[in-house]
């Protein structure tokens, strides 16, 4: 007997560490996270816990389960610990602190040079807009971008929407044997590991380069560009759906490849 009093009593003892675990994250919970702010004078204040409902708590002995009705002192010890631990918490005022959104610049009509020695290529981009390194599919690439990364960073992503643009420019694979981006497009490696994409147009540049535009096929997201002068390609990637396609098309026509 004095083994299953010890055993009822360890037991009521986890019921009240877990009944006040679960009330403090609730009420933590409710007070809000990172944007909820403690204010001075008022603010919300918990209900008082009620553990009359909790009328039995059911254990085991040797496997097989019993049940212990808790007494009216315990069930008052419980109330008391968790009216100490939400004290702690009265008074907390939930506050939203609105995030402003993220400030996505229209092109200036002015354009910077952006020049890759290592590689060997250059193109225009607007200059009050942001370049960054970018490293994709282990090349090192750029990225152009309408708005601040420092901005992104604080503000976080958002899902593709008219206003937002980011150009990816990177080199790829040279032209090896082939004499046309369609044959080295349709390389059966190299076709294989880009099926999600469609073939939309060929052009020329100013400067004498065959440009082929593809798409991203499942989502259509991704517009995709490859120019090469004959032996480097370069690789571009720009959102579709960006309002600013205008300048994606200036910036690939820009390029100069050494």
Known sequence: MAGKNSRITISLIIVVAVLVFTGTS???NRAGSASVQNQEGGGLTPP???FTAFAESVCCDQGTPWIQTPSQEQIDLWTEVALTQSSRYTGVEQTLTPVPPVNYLEPSGKWA?????EWGYRFDYPDNWYIIDEL???QPGVAIQNSSPEELAVKGAEM???DKIKIIIYPTADMGQYKTLEEYLADPIR?????ASTYLKSETSPNGYQIVWQQEAITQTFLIAYISNGSKVIKLAAPASS?????VDHILMSVVIR
């Open 113 to 117: 040079e952006y020049v890759n020695e």
């Open 191 to 195: 076709a294989a590991a880009n099926p």
């Open 160 to 162: 593709p929407i008219p």
């Open 136 to 138: 994709v599919a282990k």
């Open 48 to 50: 008082s816990p009620d």
């Open 243 to 247: 309002k600013h396609i205008s300048v």
């Open 26 to 28: 609730l009420l933590m």
